[in-house]
């Protein structure tokens, strides 16, 4: 049984949601990590890295799923998303922890069947998968379904269209 820490990154909300992979898969945790809006963007960053450090240190996940970030029409809000990834990564990467990175549509299109899927269908695919009695909060969903996208592909047998392969 593999431990997956999903993290859906945000310069003000950071979710993180943690599940065994095993049959069925389960959840162990899921939360977001609030930032303060008063805070300059530094603190912001250092309590991302603290507060994973502490999650990773508590839970000991194995691997971790990230989401990519998309292009973004306002560069501010895509600089400071790059910021928290970054605080992000290296958390994990501090713990000795493999990534993989996941574009959105292809987190949405492993959970929700839809690259366009929205966040409510998200939400109810991750309660539905891992059978919870309540939705976790949106930021949280979206970890959740980054840890369950990252176990549903690194446990499919490898084919052409994975691989890159060409016939």
Do not use: W
């Not at 945000?10 to 899921?30: F, K």
């Not at 991750?126 to 592909?153: F, M, N, Y």
């Amino acid at each position: 049984m593999t431990r997956i820490l999903g993290i859906d990154p945000g310069s003000r909300v950071t979710g993180y949601g943690i599940v065994d992979d095993g049959r069925p898969t389960r959840l162990v945790t899921e939360g977001t990590l609030r930032l303060p809006r008063q805070a300059g963007l530094a603190e912001r960053l250092g309590r991302i890295f603290d507060g994973l450090a502490e999650l990773i240190a508590e839970h000991r996940p194995q691997e971790v799923a990230l989401e990519q970030v998309f292009v973004h029409r306002n560069a501010d809000t895509a600089l400071k998303l790059g910021h928290a990834r970054g605080a992000a990564l290296t958390a994990c990467v501090q713990a000795g922890l493999p990534v993989a990175e996941y574009a959105p549509a292809r987190i949405k299109q492993a959970i929700a069947g839809s690259g366009r899927a929205d966040k409510t269908q998200v939400g109810y695919m991750v309660r539905a998968l891992l059978r919870l009695r309540t939705s976790p909060a949106e930021d949280a969903a979206d970890a959740l379904a980054a840890a369950l996208c990252h176990a549903h592909h690194r446990s499919a047998p490898l084919t052409a269209a994975t691989t890159g392969a060409r016939r």
